[in-house]
């Protein structure tokens, strides 16, 4: 295997406090993964965002249908297969065929090209694969033109008795890539096959909320193992579920919440003797594309907003209407990328970091969401991924990975909690 490129992109130098705790703990981290993930499942795939501000590392969104495949390292295309095999094992040992769900993103060529990668992936892990399509009107195979030449094929699904499928093929496992912010259609209901993953990951049940309430016990749980602070690794939210922002309704709720995790902020940067300005990011607590998001630096922004503004936070992705927001601690980001202001991105299949990439905004400031108009990727690569630090050589490229691969999985443990808490309300209300 190659090396991990020594990119001029990232932070340089020896690790910083946190990074060097993780290393000198490594091998007690890794342990304490281990027992974690006997008694946890972890999700099919997931992506996590990170944010590095020298005195803290902390992942700000977890994705559960991530879209960037095609943004990762070619080169370590079979750290991805060998996953997806392991994964594919536990659902369906004995599975050869899957059907890949993507999003209705027919002009999207680089979202076609994430769908392309996953579908290779799925083939070298030795499945047949085809792609169905929830695209509105398909009655017939459409073929897409990709930048690299090839083509994809999308064909209609068919749903026959508790079965999901397209033509002549009939799965033994559904991989979903489509994250339901338009709903749960009824053709995915009550499968025989394996959804993964399941319905209840996709936007119109899951909430960031829930999400980071899974991460606050699992950073608890995992500073105490280590003995540090869990700020360190954990950024503070509230979640305010009464606000109409076309109407100014619920304003001074979350203005109320917007000061007391500034005041938190502050009350920490003291503590550590941080000089940056506080801020909270405030967004959609269901969603993704980095729609319906806002950076606060003070209550009164939120009270009183302007028109252009309530039209940015009060609609997300299929048109979906923002009535529940997520207030998180904004995370500074203090590396860069041909200088422009940069966030690293983990991909992981199963349990294992498969590699990552750079978003990277030049348009942005280091307390500024990057998912964003005017974002490039940066290809990043985990050498010898998240498993194998080198303590005695502290510039050493994968120690940095090394703790990005740490945070990731503990967003993605924290993803498992998340979904079995959802399970189990959902069967609780159903029986």
Not at 106 to 115: I, P, S
Not at 149 to 169: D, I
Not at 361 to 386: I, K, S, V, Y
């Amino acid at each position: 295997m190659s090396a991990v490129p020594r990119l001029t992109t990232a932070l340089s130098g020896p690790p910083l406090a946190l990074e060097s705790q993780l290393l000198a703990q490594s091998v007690n981290i890794e342990h304490w993964f281990r027992g974690q993930w006997q008694e946890h499942t972890p999700p099919f795939y997931g992506s996590v965002d990170l944010r590095n501000s020298h005195y803290k590392l902390a992942p700000v969104d977890t994705n559960l249908f991530p879209g960037g495949f095609n943004n990762l390292n070619p080169d370590f295309h079979a750290l991805c297969v060998q996953a997806a095999q392991t994964a594919i094992e536990k659902v369906c040992p004995d599975a050869r065929d899957a059907l890949l769900i993507p999003e209705n993103h027919t002009r999207n060529q680089f979202y076609l090209q994430n769908v392309a990668t996953i579908a290779r992936v799925l083939r070298h892990a030795g499945m047949n694969v085809r792609i169905g399509s929830l695209l509105p009107g398909l009655t017939q195979p459409l073929t897409v033109d990709l930048p690299d030449g090839k083509k994809l094929k999308l064909e209609p699904l068919k749903r026959v008795g508790n079965r999901v499928g397209v033509e002549g093929f009939d799965p033994c496992v559904v991989l979903l890539n489509n994250d339901l912010s338009a709903g749960i259609p009824d053709i995915l209901r009550n499968t025989e096959q394996p959804l993964f993953p399941p319905l209840h990951a996709g936007w119109a049940v899951r909430r960031k909320s829930n999400h980071f309430a899974a991460y606050d016990d699992v950073a608890k749980a995992f500073a105490q193992m280590l003995g540090i602070d869990p700020w360190l690794i954990n950024p503070y939210f509230e979640t305010c579920g009464k606000i109409n922002f076309q109407t100014h309704e619920g304003e001074e709720c979350l203005a109320g919440y917007v000061s007391e995790i500034l005041n938190d902020i502050r009350a920490k940067y003291k503590e550590y003797g941080v000089s940056d300005e506080p801020f909270v990011i405030v967004k959609a607590d269901a969603g993704t594309y980095g729609m319906g998001i806002m950076t606060v630096k003070d209550a009164s922004e939120v009270v009183g907003l302007n028109r252009k503004q309530r039209n940015k936070m009060a609609v997300v992705k299929e048109g979906l209407e923002v009535h529940e927001v997520l207030v998180q601690e904004g995370v500074h980001t203090y590396e860069t990328v041909r200088d422009a202001v940069a966030e690293p991105v983990v991909y992981m299949i199963d349990r294992f970091v498969v590699g990552g990439f750079y978003r990277l905004n030049a348009q942005r400031g280091t307390d500024q969401n990057l998912n964003a108009p005017g974002m490039q990727f940066e290809p990043l690569a985990f050498a010898e991924p998240c498993s194998s630090p080198n303590p005695d050589d502290p510039d050493c490229a994968p120690n940095r990975f090394y703790a990005y691969g740490v945070i990731a999985r503990l967003a993605l443990l924290a993803a498992s909690l998340e979904l079995e808490r959802t399970e189990s309300l959902l069967d609780a209300a159903a029986a």
